[in-house]
Antibody, heavy 119, light 109 residues
Framework: QVQLQESGPGLVKPSETLSLTCTVSGGSISSQYWSWIRQPAGKGLEWIGRFSTTGNTYYNPSLKSRVTMSVDTSKNQLFLKLSSVTAADTAVYYC?????????????WGHGTLVTVSS | QSALTQPRSVSGSPGQSVTISCTGTSSDVGNYNYVSWYQQHPGKAPKFMIYDVTERPSGVPDRFSGSKSGNTASLTISGLQAEDEADYYCCSYAGSSWVFGGGTKLTVL
């Protein structure tokens, strides 16, 4: 059973780069599709981007200029970098498996990690 | 890419049925049969409930059902139970991207 766990600094200063790691256990990160999704406190979910080791990487058009996703297959880890952060990037960040052609859903999800942008 | 539109809240009594709507555009909900739904209890990660508009993953009770008409998808929960009280989010494929709804808070009275 695949499980995901997000990790990273809980506090990032404005204008700096947010860096998060998602560690996948119970299955290989290779040949799969993985997404980052975030949720500001009290607000809805926002898809950030989807990465695959074998396919296309897609980013939310509203975040595309600031987002980079990558993986380390040897460690079964997925990474998110979001540059030039502001208070509006404060949110719980989730990693999830999905989505892809004919499997347009996200499952499972990690527990999420809260990132606060503040000086 | 704008968020899909959901009612902020709905409510129902135990045993009743409620329907949550999710309105998009001809670029997302109306153009693809790739709508999924997620249930989120406070402080928890979202849980996958419906995919491809109408399909239920294994383990999801058949009290949960999905449908779509035009640019609007819907989630219906029948035989409401106390544990159904949660936030619900729809999500649609939008061609090389995915867009979520703003979420609906379901209150079981």
């Amino acid at each position: 059973q695949v499980q995901l766990q997000e990790s990273g600094p809980g506090l990032v200063k404005p204008s700096e780069t947010l860096s998060l790691t998602c560690t996948v256990s119970g299955g290989s990160i290779s040949s799969q599709y993985w997404s980052w999704i975030r949720q500001p406190a009290g607000k809805g979910l926002e898809w950030i981007g989807r990465f695959s080791t074998t396919g296309n990487t897609y980013y939310n058009p509203s975040l595309k200029s600031r987002v980079t996703m990558s993986v380390d297959t040897s460690k079964n880890q997925l990474f998110l970098k979001l540059s030039s952060v502001t208070a509006a990037d404060t949110a719980v960040y989730y990693c999830a498996r999905g989505a892809q052609a004919v499997r347009h859903w996200f499952d499972p999800w990690g527990h999420g990690t809260l990132v606060t942008v503040s000086s | 890419q704008s968020a899909l539109t959901q009612p902020r809240s709905v409510s129902g009594s135990p045993g009743q049925s409620v329907t949550i709507s999710c309105t998009g555009t001809s670029s997302d909900v109306g153009n693809y049969n790739y709508v999924s739904w997620y249930q989120q209890h406070p402080g928890k990660a979202p849980k996958f409930m419906i995919y491809d508009v109408t399909e239920r993953p294994s383990g999801v009770p058949d009290r949960f059902s999905g449908s779509k008409s035009g640019n609007t998808a819907s989630l219906t929960i029948s035989g409401l139970q106390a544990e159904d009280e949660a936030d619900y989010y729809c999500c649609s494929y939008a061609g090389s991207s995915w867009v979520f709804g703003g979420g609906t808070k379901l209150t079981v009275l």
